[in-house]
């Protein structure tokens, strides 16, 4: 992609930066080699201002004015790309968001091209786990991933997603992705082996391994509709009236309700915290 100015003062390196910490933190842009210090000489490292009250320059002004043409047209190419009715990535969105980090791709060589980005934010989601358990996390998501039509294929994805991981310091099996391409999937698997996607209700994709050893805030929870709870309750009836026919009583309560967990889940009481109350109202009902 292309532009009709010079890239080499916006983005330094040939993986830069963008890293907006919150909404009211100014937006660091650094040579991903060199680091954030800004000190360092001819490290190119700057700091997008959002206060008003800064000195007015009119290169500065006319950098910031280049950042924004960069991010909103590479934006509007990603979405294009996944065929989206509306980008992903704009300039205003990231200013706006908090632990969000944008990473572009570059060839030096060629100051006024650039050839990719990979966006990637901290979201607080709600995940459905194989026993059909929802965890509250706090992953690394990828939320866009674009790659100039004219340089698929020649390594920069893959260099790109790397120095992500390298940087986040993290498993690809840790990451959730938002909305994933048919290519993007492939992407992964190619090269990170990653299969078996799980598509949330939330429109995002896990892959196995994604919640092993990570921290737990709370205990998973088992949701259930109302369906099924009057179905649990039509079933605890019916067994009331058999139990007085047959004059026998019900040793187990817990015997038609049907939560699917694993050993592994019961080993580690997790079933037990996450469905507590549940079985308590169960055995109250019961006893009626």
């Known amino acids: 992609m292309e532009f009709p100015f010079n890239l080499d003062d916006i983005l330094p390196g040939r993986i830069t930066i963008l890293d907006n910490r919150d909404s009211y933190s100014n937006l660091r842009i650094y040579d991903l080699t060199l680091g954030p210090d800004c000190s360092k000489e001819g490290s190119g490292s700057w700091t997008y201002t959002q206060s008003s009250n800064t000195p007015w320059d009119i290169k500065v002004k006319k950098r910031k004015e280049n950042l924004e043409i960069v991010l909103d047209r590479i934006g509007i190419a990603s979405a294009q790309a996944q065929d989206l009715h509306s980008p992903i990535t704009t300039f205003k969105k990231l200013i706006s968001s908090s632990q969000q980090k944008i990473y572009t791709i570059r060839d030096v060589n060629e100051p006024r091209m650039i050839?990719?980005?990979?966006?990637?934010?901290?979201?607080?989601?709600?995940?459905?786990d194989?026993?059909?358990?929802?965890?509250?996390?706090?992953p690394l998501c990828v939320l866009d991933f674009y790659i100039?039509?004219?340089?698929?294929?020649?390594?920069?994805?893959?260099?790109?997603?790397?120095?992500?991981?390298?940087?986040?310091?993290?498993?690809?099996?840790?990451?959730?992705?938002?909305?994933?391409?048919?290519?993007?999937?492939?992407?992964?698997?190619?090269?990170y082996n990653l299969k078996q996607p799980?598509?949330?209700n939330n429109n995002f994709v896990i892959y196995p391994g994604f919640l092993t050893d990570r921290p737990v805030s709370r205990p998973p929870i088992f949701l259930y509709s109302e369906k099924v709870l009057g179905k649990q309750s039509s079933i605890s009836t019916k067994q009331k009236l058999s139990s007085l026919n047959t004059g026998s009583t019900n040793s187990n309560s817990l015997d038609c309700v049907k939560v699917p967990v694993s050993p592994k889940e019961i080993k580690s009481k997790?079933?037990?915290?996450?469905?507590?109350?549940?079985?308590?109202?169960?055995?109250?009902e019961d006893n009626k």
């Open 115 to 128: 050839i990719g980005m990979l966006k990637v934010g901290i979201k607080r989601l709600f995940v459905c």
């Open 148 to 191: 100039h039509e004219s340089k698929q294929r020649c390594g920069f994805g893959h260099e790109l997603f790397e120095a992500m991981l390298k940087t986040e310091r993290l498993d690809p099996a840790k990451l959730a992705i938002d909305r994933p391409s048919f290519k993007c999937l492939a992407f992964l698997e190619k090269h």
């Open 270 to 284: 997790t079933f037990c915290s996450s469905t507590g109350s549940f079985l308590n109202w169960y055995d109250s």
């Open 130 to 138: 194989d026993v059909g358990a929802y965890h509250e996390v706090d």
């Open 198 to 200: 799980s598509r949330q």
